[in-house]
């Protein structure tokens, strides 16, 4: 964001308060998020609240979860495994108010934050803490899980690496661990028509492909963003037998 607008956002936090205002620039100087200052961020048109620690949601991901919007019908059901801050529950709660979407999160101040911004939350780990009674009915499983890889922490933002929660990043070597999970979870939800979408980074559709395969899931698409970096892969569950995973290699969704 240019520092303009940060200014702007850190003046109309302060509500006219000159000591608050002088707290809040010391604070975002040190380098805190931000959206931990000031207590919000927007994401596809919701005011999303951010607890000081918990992930700070991205400009990036508002694609994936566009795209994630045009494949849940407006009465369908949809999951946000690794939720944070609940702002992709949020974005697809707003577009489709008729569908019924239920999200999950580990850490405990991140499960907080997001049900304060009105998301049905559930605790605990990927797809496991979900109602039984709701599995193999999900049009859309969508997760922006941990994907950073661990050998890749040095090069993130300082301010990234000081501030944002470990939890929230780390995805082990090569940043595919909860991905592959995650893969695995969602076809504990998804009907046999359903589509699941992960954001990504690097290669990570390369290495994931073995694992969506063995899954049973069929087409994968990749969505580029506009300087033809991977940002999320989509799959179609069980449409196609293991063996004929194969990449349109469209560029970016939108
Ligand atoms: C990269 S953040 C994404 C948060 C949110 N989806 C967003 O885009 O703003 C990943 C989130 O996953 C949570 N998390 C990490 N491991 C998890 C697990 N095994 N099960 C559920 N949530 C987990 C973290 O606490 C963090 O909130």
């Known amino acids: 964001m240019a520092p303009e607008d940060e200014a702007d956002e850190l003046l109309a936090a302060s509500l006219g308060d000159e000591a608050l205002l002088e707290s809040l620039v010391l604070r975002r100087v040190a380098g805190e998020p931000l ?19 918990v992930y700070v949601p991205r400009w990036q991901t508002e694609a994936l979860v566009r795209r994630a919007i045009e494949l849940l019908p407006e009465d369908g059901l949809a999951a946000d495994l690794c939720t944070g801050s609940g702002a992709v529950a949020m974005a697809l709660a ?4 008729k569908a019924r979407v239920v999200a999950t999160e580990l850490d405990p101040v991140a499960c907080r934050c997001a049900a304060g911004n009105g998301v049905e939350v559930f605790a605990g780990h990927l797809a496991d803490p979900l109602p039984v009674e709701l599995r193999g009915h999900f049009d859309v ?5 941990p994907y950073v890889p661990t050998e890749a922490f040095a090069y993130l933002p300082r301010d990234v690496r000081e501030f944002e929660p470990l939890l929230a990043l780390d995805g082990g070597l090569g940043g ?7 893969v695995w979870a969602s076809t504990t939800l998804l009907h046999l028509d359903g589509v699941l979408l992960l954001e990504v980074g690097g290669e990570q559709d390369e290495a ?3 694992v969506l395969e063995g899954a049973g899931y ?12 991977l940002r999320g892969i989509e799959a179609k569950f069980g ?6 995973v194969r990449d349109n290699g469209t560029g970016g969704a939108q």
């Open 239 to 244: 449409r196609q037998l293991p063996g004929t």
């Open 94 to 97: 707003r577009a489709r108010p």
């Open 141 to 145: 499983v969508i997760g922006v899980v």
């Open 176 to 182: 595919t661990r909860l991905l592959e999970q995650a």
């Open 208 to 210: 994931l492909r073995e």
């Open 218 to 229: 069929g087409v994968l698409r990749r969505h580029q963003d506009d300087e033809g970096d």
């Open 35 to 53: 959206a931990w200052v000031t207590g919000s961020v927007g994401f596809l048109g919701c005011r999303v609240r951010v607890t000081p620690g």
